[in-house]
């Protein structure tokens, strides 16, 4: 038989190695039994913490939806105080995030800014995709000469909804010849970008 010499408390004690390897053997199935159970509660706090995700996702199409209704009343109060050039007022209605985004706004720019955007009631409505924390709203402006849209994008911060940003997107222009002007206008004016 052989033997395994160990250090006890300063002198030296001799165990028969048989002795040792069921308790080596046990220390090793524990570890692992451990490294395990620890997976095993990762992938649980990961269960619980995910989104709802796909099966609270919609697509509303129809402008008198309430939620439609109530982002939209939330934007035009928004703007409403924009337009009064209250910068500090403004702020509530806008995520937190939004003020680390373009365009840096100041007391002078806010009532100019509101006014270059049209009330969502002269724009056509068309869809807003949502989730429980998120929702996207897409609306086509009048004009037969370019396909032009305003995007809202809706977010829930401390508990409410919050204007998170308004962009203003424009298609590329179709017609030859409103190409060949728009070339000369971006030539001219190397910041003239409409499709942007």
């Known amino acids: 038989m052989s033997q395994a010499r160990l250090l006890h408390a300063g002198r030296r004690i001799t165990y028969p190695v048989d002795i040792m390897r069921p308790f080596d053997r046990m220390l090793v199935l524990c570890r692992a039994l451990m490294r395990r159970l620890d997976l095993m509660l990762v992938a649980f706090l990961l269960v619980l913490t995910a989104p709802a995700g796909a099966e609270s996702a919609r697509q509303i199409k129809k402008q008198d939806d309430a939620l439609v209704r109530s982002l939209e009343a939330l934007y035009a109060k928004a703007m409403q105080v924009a337009r009064s050039g209250d910068l500090d007022a403004y702020w509530r209605w806008r995520t ?101």
């Not at 995709?129 to 037969?144: F, G, H, I, M, V």
């Not at 017609?175 to 206008?185: C, F, G, I, S």
């Open 96 to 196: 937190s995030s939004s003020r680390d985004r373009p365009p840096r706004l100041t007391r002078p720019l806010l009532p100019l800014f509101a006014g270059m955007l049209p009330a969502l009631g002269t724009l056509q409505f068309v869809r807003m995709d949502t989730n429980s924390q998120t929702a996207r709203a897409l609306y086509k402006w009048p004009r037969e000469d370019v396909a032009r849209y305003t995007v809202v994008v809706y977010r829930v911060e401390d508990g409410e909804w919050k204007i998170d940003s308004i962009t203003v997107r424009t298609d590329a222009v179709s017609n030859p010849q409103e190409q060949v002007l728009a070339q000369k206008l971006r030539e001219r004016n190397p910041d003239y970008h409409p499709e942007r």
